[in-house]
């Protein structure tokens, strides 16, 4: 999952980070093949190099030590109303066929079975970054036909509701899951490639809507050793990239 997110950053581009997988695919994409793009962190903080170490919260001391510019959460959000952000890693609990995500509540809008920690700046990405670059492990209790709630919009019901909604760029791009990467097309996910551990068939088991796969549907390439080591040298304890059965 690591080494596809860091496929889709490209040389020079500025990129809305995140924690977690997206933050150790900036490392991987910056010492490889995209050296002069430049990582944005929501809290305000942008960086031409990956801290020196591991991150556990985007506040940590090595994030901030170093940065190329340490100002606020809107400061950031003024350079995507701008059109200066090229790409967003985002998450969420819910997302459907349309790239909708969904991370304010699980069930009834009026009495939720779950309540969950809301937008952030996840909808602000979701709407005026250039592309979406979106990141969930795999299930059918995650990957549904319709989500409950959208917090953040992708293609709303497909085609060009972006368009029809006032949003004239943007959209996700490319959903990554655990088991597979999907691209979307005409404003829906379409099956790219199953990762080693999986195949077509289980993705279609696991997923809430019906699967539709690219003509030269394939398994996903793997890391190359050179990647695989700059994780590990990373994230040695596998504190972010630990595989859990």
Same mark, same amino acid.
């Given at each position: /999952?690591?080494?596809?997110?860091?496929?889709? %950053?490209?040389?020079?581009?500025?990129?809305?980070?995140g924690m977690?997988?997206?933050? %150790?695919?900036?490392?991987?994409?910056?010492?490889?093949?995209?050296?002069?793009?430049i +990582?944005?962190?929501?809290?305000?903080?942008?960086?031409?190099?990956?801290?020196?170490?591991?991150? =556990? &919260?985007m506040?940590?001391?090595?994030?901030?030590?170093?940065?190329?510019?340490?100002?606020?959460? @809107?400061?950031?959000? #003024?350079?995507?109303?701008? +059109?200066?952000?090229?790409?967003?890693?985002i998450?969420?609990?819910? @997302?459907?066929?349309?790239?909708?995500?969904?991370?304010?509540?699980i069930g009834?809008?009026?009495?939720?079975?779950?309540?969950?920690?809301g937008? #952030?700046? +996840?909808?602000d990405?979701?709407?005026l970054?250039?592309?979406? %670059?979106?990141? /969930?492990?795999?299930?059918? !209790?995650?990957?549904?036909?319709?989500?409950?709630?959208?917090?953040?919009?992708?293609y709303?019901?497909?085609?060009?509701?972006?368009k029809?909604?006032?949003?004239? $760029?943007?959209?996700?791009?490319?959903?990554i &899951?655990?088991? +597979?990467v999907?691209?979307?097309?005409?404003?829906?996910?379409?099956?790219?490639s =199953?990762?080693?551990s999986?195949?077509?068939?289980?993705? $279609?088991?696991? &997923?809430?809507?019906?699967?539709? &796969?690219?003509?030269?549907?394939? *398994?996903?390439?793997?890391?190359?050793?050179?990647?695989?080591?700059?994780i590990?040298? =990373?994230?040695?304890?596998?504190?972010?990239? !630990?595989?859990? *059965?």
């Amino acid at each position: /999952m690591v080494a596809c997110a860091a496929r889709e %950053i490209r040389e020079g581009e500025r990129v809305f980070v995140g924690m977690r997988l997206p933050l %150790i695919a900036f490392v991987v994409a910056k010492r490889t093949h995209a050296p002069n793009a430049i +990582g944005l962190f929501e809290l305000g903080v942008v960086r031409d190099q990956p801290a020196s170490e591991l991150l =556990y &919260t985007m506040g940590d001391n090595p994030n901030v030590a170093g940065a190329v510019w340490c100002a606020r959460t @809107i400061d950031l959000m #003024g350079l995507l109303q701008r +059109g200066d952000v090229h790409a967003g890693f985002i998450g969420g609990a819910e @997302i459907d066929v349309h790239g909708n995500l969904n991370t304010t509540a699980i069930g009834e809008r009026t009495h939720p079975r779950v309540q969950l920690p809301g937008s #952030g700046g +996840g909808a602000d990405i979701a709407s005026l970054a250039h592309r979406l %670059i979106v990141i /969930m492990p795999h299930d059918k !209790r995650r990957l549904r036909e319709k989500v409950d709630f959208v917090t953040s919009p992708g293609y709303g019901t497909g085609g060009d509701w972006r368009k029809r909604a006032g949003l004239p $760029r943007g959209g996700p791009s490319v959903l990554i &899951t655990t088991l +597979g990467v999907f691209r979307f097309v005409d404003g829906a996910a379409v099956l790219e490639s =199953y990762h080693a551990s999986a195949s077509v068939a289980r993705i $279609r088991d696991a &997923t809430g809507w019906p699967v539709a &796969t690219a003509a030269n549907v394939r *398994e996903t390439e793997p890391p190359s050793a050179e990647v695989l080591r700059i994780i590990r040298a =990373y994230d040695p304890a596998g504190f972010w990239t !630990r595989r859990v *059965e």
